[in-house]
């Protein structure tokens, strides 16, 4: 089985999560919020939160549309 890593930092993160549990608890609680919605839109949020982690965002000023 493949171990599944944070995209934010080295630690590992679980089955189904976007992030490690550390990482996640540093989003704005919105931004957790609109993660956790599973629509249409939720791939559009999940390519947002990359394109800002990638970009060195720091975790508490990450957005993500609604
Ligand atoms: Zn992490």
Do not use: N
């Amino acid at each position: 089985m493949a171990r599944l890593t944070c995209p934010a930092c080295p630690r590992h993160r679980g089955p189904g999560k976007y992030l490690c549990q550390v990482c996640w608890a540093a989003l704005p609680a919105t931004t957790r919020l609109r993660l956790s919605a599973r629509d249409s839109r939720a791939f559009a949020r999940l390519r947002e939160l990359h394109g800002q982690i990638a970009a060195h965002k720091p975790l508490p000023d990450i957005e993500v549309s609604r």
